[in-house]
């Protein structure tokens, strides 16, 4: 079974500063780990995902996120805020190897971008 | 282009009858998925299709049905019997059933009961 925890629903930073969107997941082998973004009245897009190899993956639009088993944990970031990043966010996790095709949701981050 | 369609994008449906929203993609993907999205709550898996004429149940499927008589089609049907269907649709779709594999997402399809 897995399950993912996003700490924070809404998180509001400024135009040009960090952005960090937490994410810890829970599965009983390793997980594949996935972030989405959607914009309002939209569907989801891939921003990065981690199956295996580096633990630190770079994605589109300045992101980057870091698998860290120990802590079970795998955080977005990205150094600069744009105010076109304002949107939310879904950190998702799959169960590697084996049949087990479901992708199992966290309830979402709302990024708000201030001027 | 390519990509995953659903239609219709906003939908009204009457209490006590069926609706069916229509999910196409022209990816060539073996599996298709949909998910519901309610605010708050993130995205819960109704039903799956690894392969044409296959579906297995996802974590809330009572009150809803699929069909997969095609590769690249994938309806579904809210019927009367879903307590609470207002809500937002999402379709995906992935290359194989193989859980490094990226999914990919519809525009989504939002239902309202009246």
């Known amino acids: 079974a897995q399950s993912v925890t996003q700490l924070g629903s809404h998180v509001s930073v400024s135009e040009g500063a960090l952005v960090l969107l937490r994410c810890n997941y829970s599965?009983?082998?390793?997980?594949?780990l996935f972030w989405y973004v959607q914009y309002p009245n939209q569907g989801l897009q891939l921003l990065l995902k981690?199956?295996?190899?580096?633990?630190l993956v770079k994605g589109i639009n300045g992101f980057e996120a870091e698998f860290k088993k120990s802590e079970t944990s795998f955080h977005l970031t990205k150094p600069s805020a744009h105010m076109s990043d304002a949107a939310e966010y879904f950190c998702?996790?799959?169960?590697?190897?084996?049949?087990?095709?479901?992708?199992?949701f966290g309830k979402g981050t709302l990024l708000t971008v201030n001027p | 282009d390519g990509g995953i369609t659903q239609s219709p994008k906003y939908l009204f449906r009457k209490e006590g009858q069926n609706v069916t929203l229509s999910c196409e993609q022209n990816l060539n993907h073996d599996a298709m998925y949909w998910y519901r999205q309610d605010p708050g709550q993130g995205l819960r898996l109704i039903y799956y299709?690894?392969?044409?004429?296959?579906?297995q149940k996802g974590d809330i499927a009572e009150g809803y049905s699929v069909s997969r008589e095609k590769k690249e089609s994938f309806p579904l049907t809210v019927t009367s019997a879903q307590k609470n269907p207002t809500a937002f649709y999402l379709c995906?779709?992935?290359?194989?059933?193989?859980?490094?594999?990226?999914?990919?997402f519809g525009e989504g399809s939002w239902l309202t009961v009246v």
């Open positions: 599965s009983s082998v390793p997980p594949y």
């Open positions: 998702a996790v799959r169960l590697s190897g084996g049949s087990n095709y479901k992708l199992t």
């Open positions: 299709s690894q392969i044409v004429n296959d579906f």
């Open positions: 995906a779709s992935s290359p194989a059933a193989s859980s490094g594999n990226t999914i990919y």
């Open positions: 981690y199956t295996t190899g580096a633990t």
